[in-house]
């Protein structure tokens, strides 16, 4: 099979402009296949790879949480983290909106609006990660150093299984 182009997406730009070492991995995406689809088609652990997810708060305001793909986050706890009444996800129309990417393609790197970013902390323990590099079918394998180095996130710990 002939080696796929890098495609250019906003986060590409971002992390070539922050001088950020990764490597591209194209995969057969499937709707609703998640990060499970993501980890058999690459052969990597699924903890590894970090989904995006757009959220509000009850004013509706934007933020961006990344976690383990094997993992789900507790909008309670993150609330009451953040001090807001409460915490839920965008409709993929809003995600959409606020990211500038579509749903299973949104990268937290080169969002269209510039939102609060929280990482789950167990994630900078990963020597790896696999994100999403802003296409639907395409992650980006970095360090989380890196990732935090380039989005300085707030570190959470909302992980629930």
Not at 105 to 120: A, L, N
Not at 125 to 134: Q, R, S, T
């Amino acid at each position: 099979m002939a080696k796929q182009k890098l495609p250019v997406t906003p986060a590409i730009r971002v992390l070539r402009q922050h001088d950020v070492p990764f490597t591209g991995h194209h995969y057969a995406y499937e709707d609703h296949g998640g990060t499970a689809v993501c980890a058999r088609e690459l052969g990597v652990d699924e903890h590894a790879v970090i989904k995006t997810l757009i959220l509000e708060t009850d004013q509706k305001d934007p933020l961006i949480v990344l976690m383990h793909g094997d993992r789900e986050i507790s909008t309670k706890e993150l609330a009451r983290l953040l001090g807001t009444k409460q915490i839920t996800p965008c409709s993929p129309q809003t995600a959409d909106r606020h990211s500038g990417y579509q749903v299973g393609g949104t990268s937290p790197f080169g969002t269209r609006k510039t939102m609060p970013v929280y990482m789950e902390e167990t994630i900078a323990e990963l020597p790896v990660i696999y994100i999403n590099g802003g296409k639907r079918g395409f992650l980006v394998a970095i360090t989380p150093q890196d990732l935090i180095k380039v989005l300085q996130p707030g570190m959470v710990r909302v992980a629930q299984p």
